[in-house]
């Protein structure tokens, strides 16, 4: 029989694991959209403001290049929402056990069957984290550990 501590333990450290991470990725994403949409307004402006010096529109679009491809490389977006979906599967978890709500009604499995079910959530997570990767473009690097990971 697991350990009710450990059990609550463990679904705690996910839960807090889960909400720092999604926070994060938005902030991420919202800044990299303000700057994609900053650059791109940035170009015709700089061409109209500056027609001899195309250097200026140059490295807008340079710049456009850049962050799009580490939106493709970190992905911001997916991230917020894995870690969202996770956060809110784990909290329903801590929930459900909390009251002794199915399937945790039985007091020999309850924390056995949390423990369980966090990490079904955790490794799902992780798959999807996976298939993500799974479907980056040859010739990209790939994170060196999942983005959860220290």
Known sequence: MADSSYAAGLAEESYNRYTRHPSQARHSYRLS????????AGIPVAAVLWPGTPEVPA?????LVLLTGLRNVYHWHDNYVRFSRAREAVNA???????????YEDPATRDQ?????????????????VRVIAQRPRGTSPDEHHPLQP
Do not use: N, Y
């Open 33 to 40: 959209e303000i700057l994609f949409l900053v650059f791109s």
């Open 93 to 103: 978890e801590r929930r459900f056990h909390a009251a002794g709500l199915p399937p």
């Open 113 to 129: 069957q949390l423990v369980a079910s966090v990490t079904r959530i955790e490794q799902e997570e992780m798959g999807q984290w």
């Open 59 to 63: 490295v807008l679009g340079a710049a």
